[in-house]
């Protein structure tokens, strides 16, 4: 199970951290990866991050002003979000592939477990 937390509303400039705490498995086995969704729009790849947190991976339109990391000890995967942009509103889901498996790939049908969503809004 995968609970994700931290959006809100954002003034344009500012800086978010989505959380997103694991359950029910051991994490440190999995690729995780955050996705995102606005509406009308299919889901985009934003970032990933290998089971040891040692290698992230980027889509091409957050790459130097996001940042994905894991705290394995906590369960738990980061997005730090500066620089925030008003086309970076969606709804944000964190994601993990199937155990074992360390590609980082940026395809949502590579990601076998899904949490909720958090909205995050950017305002002008």
């Known amino acids: 199970q995968l609970q994700a937390s931290g959006g809100g509303l954002v003034q344009a400039g500012g800086s978010l951290r989505l959380s997103c705490e694991a359950s029910?498995?051991?994490?440190?086995?999995?690729?995780m990866g955050w996705f995102r969704q606005a509406p009308g729009k299919e889901r985009e790849f934003v970032a990933a991050?290998?089971?040891?947190?040692?290698?992230?991976y980027y889509g091409d339109s957050v790459n130097e002003r996001f940042t994905i990391s894991r705290d394995n000890a906590k369960n738990t995967v980061y997005l730090q979000m500066n620089s925030l942009k008003p086309e970076d509103t969606a709804v944000y889901y964190c994601a993990a592939r199937g155990s074992g498996l360390s590609v980082l790939s940026r395809s949502y049908y590579s990601y076998a477990y899904w949490g909720q969503g958090t909205q995050v809004t950017v305002s002008s």
């Open positions: 029910g498995r051991t994490f440190s086995n999995y690729v």
């Open positions: 991050i290998s089971q040891s947190g040692g290698t992230t």
